[in-house]
């Protein structure tokens, strides 16, 4: 039915997060001893011990760049793969850490931990001079993104067999509220509630709202998102612009960030 | 039939196959598998999702497919009763055979349909209902069998020869002989219910025009503008049926599946072509096919338009863009513009 010729080499790169993405896959139980048959996996941060960088074909990169040498190892990694897929929120928009990214604040707390250099002293020095997160697409060119956090299976395993199988995956932007609906759940928006579902990225089959919670964004931006629409629709039922921002803020990353700014 | 024969009634139908009906759950109501007669609530107006999620479920396989072959998968040959079915939903299904048992079969839709037996239940409107303006509001088909709930009794419509199958091994619980009083019973009913809607579609018989007229009104950017585009509008719209198409291969990569999954025009890669051309890249360009789609191309290819009044639109948009919204806004552009409001 396809072309495969060889198993592709595939590496599993960590930067800066919960390092939950690579725990989802080894947690995929049914599917984790087929992903390491499925593929040639010659690097995987969280599962093998050696730690020479090799050659891959697909690199899955986790997490956000948080110091120089992450950046560096970024941009080796960009050098040596075909795909470069972001794998996670982090990756993908920054994640949590990325709400510390304002360059001004940031030189004042690394003052006010580091002293006067605001810089990590050589002897701590273990992972590189610390700088604002950033998702790793700032960086270097990304060919896929695979949000979540962590991501979830479901969402992960047709787009990474797609890519180990030479094939293209279908990019499809939707947002939760399209999975929140497949569920049958009633809205929260239509109660009073707050809930991000139209703004965040779906893949995680609405678990929040099918167990009657509000989505918090987890899964990073959706690509359609209409943010001023969704500010006025959440002050409407309440909340304080300040609220809404921070709300957007927690997982949208530099998108969010990006869509605020109104670029 | 009188009111205390109706649980027997239901056992009898469910013992026909799966019995599906509507069962309230917090604040919305769900068509729901039914173990017990007691989970049934037919005092309701409308689901969510429409009895559309039994003939094209939001999502499921296609083909299995493995490195040199495949087999199509289709729908089990379970029979499937669903209960308490509105006029408005049973009209929606009808515009859905239409489509997919038309020329082309779907063989998907065709095995579901084929093992879905339809029993329709009375109801009154509330203020979201508009099946009065879209001439939804009775059915004569489309059902196996119809109920209508008057005071201390039912009245049954035979619909189907399925529908008849079961009506005559109900017979002892049914009354042959229809008496004057009951009739006028029903005739009464029928009067209260339809002075009862309180919502219509402005100018209805235009509208097809109204919205040919205003094709490039300003109207559709302030709707687009608001627009969330989240897709609830076609998920829980029961004449909505698009869906989308795609291959998964499993973990092994060695066998996979190909799913159906339901779609919206309002998502932005919808109108995406070959070679990433995308025809409707915004908003508006998207909210104005969903509308003109449903009130007016619809018209004109079935002189009926694709939507059925039941007010989910109208009920479930997080920001109030509906038929009513969309029409009212058309026609009082058009009022300003034209002489056609005061007929
Ligand atoms: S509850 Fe949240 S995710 Fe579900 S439809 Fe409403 S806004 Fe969307
Ligand atoms: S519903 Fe929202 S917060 Fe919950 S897992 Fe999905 S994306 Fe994350
Ligand atoms: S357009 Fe709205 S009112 Fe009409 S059938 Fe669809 S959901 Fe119901
Ligand atoms: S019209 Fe309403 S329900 Fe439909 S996509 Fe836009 S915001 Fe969502």
Redesign the interface.
């Known amino acids: 039915?396809?072309q495969?010729e060889k198993k592709p080499v595939v590496g599993i790169f960590g930067f800066s997060g919960c390092a939950g993405d690579q725990l989802a896959i080894l947690h995929?139980e049914?599917?984790t001893i087929?992903?390491f048959?499925?593929?040639d996996i010659k690097f995987f941060h969280m599962a093998q011990s050696h730690q020479e960088v090799p050659k891959v074909d697909i690199a899955l990169v986790e997490g956000s760049i948080n110091t120089e040498r992450q950046l560096k190892e970024l941009k080796e990694i960009r050098e040596m793969a075909d795909v470069v897929v972001a794998l996670g929120t982090c990756a993908c928009y920054g994640g949590i850490q990325y709400l510390g990214e304002d360059v001004e604040t940031f030189k004042e707390r690394m003052e006010y931990v580091y002293g006067k250099s605001g810089e990590v002293p050589e002897f701590l020095d273990l992972v590189g001079q610390p700088r604002p997160a950033q998702p790793i697409s700032e960086y270097i060119d990304v060919d896929i993104m695979i949000p979540g956090c962590p991501i979830s299976a479901e969402n992960f395993?047709?787009i990474?067999?797609?890519l180990?199988?030479g094939?293209l995956p279908?990019?499809?932007?939707?947002?939760v509220?399209?999975e929140c609906?497949?569920e049958?759940?009633?809205?929260f928006?239509?109660?009073g509630k707050y809930c991000l579902?139209?703004?965040t990225a779906a893949g995680c089959n609405a678990t929040c709202p099918s167990i009657d919670i509000s989505c918090i964004g987890c899964f990073g931006t959706?690509?359609?998102?209409?943010y001023?629409?969704?500010i006025?629709?959440l002050k409407e039922i309440g909340l304080s612009e300040e609220e809404v921002i921070r709300k957007l803020k927690l997982f949208g990353g530099n998108k969010v960030e990006q869509a605020l700014k109104g670029d | 039939m009188s009111k205390e024969k109706f649980p027997e009634f239901v056992e009898l139908i469910k013992s026909k196959g799966k019995l599906f009906g509507p069962v309230k759950q917090k604040e919305k109501y769900s068509f729901e598998e039914i173990k017990d007669f007691s989970e049934l609530d037919f005092d309701y107006q409308r689901t969510i999702i429409s009895p559309k999620k039994f003939i094209t479920p939001a999502k499921y396989s296609t083909l299995r497919f493995v490195k040199f072959g495949q087999t199509e998968v289709l729908p089990d040959d379970e029979p499937q009763i669903v209960m308490g079915v509105h006029p408005c939903d049973i009209h929606a299904i009808k515009i859905l055979d239409r489509l997919f048992l038309g020329n082309i079969k779907d063989p998907y839709y065709a095995k579901r349909r084929e093992n879905l037996i339809i029993i329709g239940h009375s109801c009154l409107p509330d203020d979201k209902c508009v099946c009065q303006s879209t001439g939804t509001d009775m059915v004569e088909d489309g059902f196996d069998l119809f109920l209508t709930e008057l005071d201390d009794f039912y009245l049954l419509w035979v619909g189907s020869d399925k529908g008849l199958g079961i009506a005559i091994e109900a017979e002892n619980l049914l009354e042959e002989n229809v008496s004057e009083e009951e009739i006028q019973e029903y005739v009464r009913w029928q009067q209260e219910r339809s002075s009862m809607f309180t919502t219509s579609i402005p100018s209805y018989k235009y509208l097809a025009d109204i919205i040919h007229l205003n094709y490039d009104s300003d109207v559709w950017e302030q709707f687009g503008e608001k627009c969330l585009s989240c897709g609830t509008c076609s998920l829980v719209c029961p004449t909505c049926n698009c869906f989308h198409v795609d291959d998964k291969i499993m973990m092994n990569a060695e066998e996979g599946i190909r799913e159906r999954m339901l779609d919206s025009c309002t998502l932005p890669y919808y109108s995406m072509v070959a070679g990433n051309h995308d025809f409707r890249p915004d908003r508006t360009a998207r909210l104005k096919l969903y509308y003109t789609h449903k009130l007016k191309e619809y018209i004109g290819r079935w002189g009926q338009p694709s939507c059925v009044g039941c007010g989910r639109c109208i009920a479930y948009c997080p920001v109030d863009i509906n038929v009513i919204t969309v029409s009212n806004a058309l026609f009082e552009e058009v009022c300003e513009t034209q002489e056609v409001c005061d007929q």
Not at chain 1, 170 to 175: A, C, F
Not at chain 1, 184 to 187: A, K, P, R, T, V
Request: glycine share 6%; proline share 10%.
């Open positions: 039915m396809w495969r995929m049914d599917s087929d992903f048959t499925s593929a395993v047709p990474y067999t797609k180990i199988s094939l279908q990019k499809y932007p939707m947002p509220c399209v609906k497949y049958g759940n009633d809205c928006l239509l109660h579902g139209p703004v959706y690509e359609g998102a209409n001023p629409s969704m006025d629709k």
